[in-house]
């Protein structure tokens, strides 16, 4: 009678435990989600000039956000190399949220830069 009471009990601890394991079909359904927060169509030549090669990328929130100056690229790499998403964005700001914390490698036209999330 024990025996089998353990048996049901280590059962139900499993049961518990592989529950909390998100399923990969619900993890793959949650895409990365690119969201302008800000846009500069500006054209001051000048202005451009000055800033042509600025690219600011900070996270926070869960979040990365990138500022442009002129159009670029963005390419997000996981830390093994897998492509998880790419967008041109115009010059302004986007906030790219993804459904995982860990380390990725963002890629902006030439300059790439490790991103902790």
């Given at each position: 009678m024990t025996r089998k009471l353990l048996h049901i009990a280590s059962l139900a601890i499993l049961a518990v435990a592989f529950s909390a394991i998100p399923s990969r079909a619900h993890a793959?359904?949650?895409?990365?989600?690119?969201e302008t927060v800000s846009s500069d169509d500006?054209?001051?030549?000048?202005?451009?000039?000055?800033?042509?090669?600025?690219?600011?990328?900070s996270s926070r929130d869960g979040a990365i956000y990138i500022s442009v100056a002129k159009p670029v690229k963005i390419e997000i790499y996981s830390i093994l190399g897998q492509l998880i998403t790419s967008k041109q964005i115009k010059p302004g700001t986007v906030r790219?949220?993804?459904?995982?914390?860990g380390v990725y490698i963002l890629k902006a036209g030439t300059i790439t830069r490790r991103i902790n999330l």
């Open positions: 793959e359904n949650k895409a990365p989600q690119w500006s054209s001051d030549s000048m202005h451009d000039e000055l800033q042509r090669e600025n690219v600011t990328i790219l949220s993804l459904n995982r914390r």
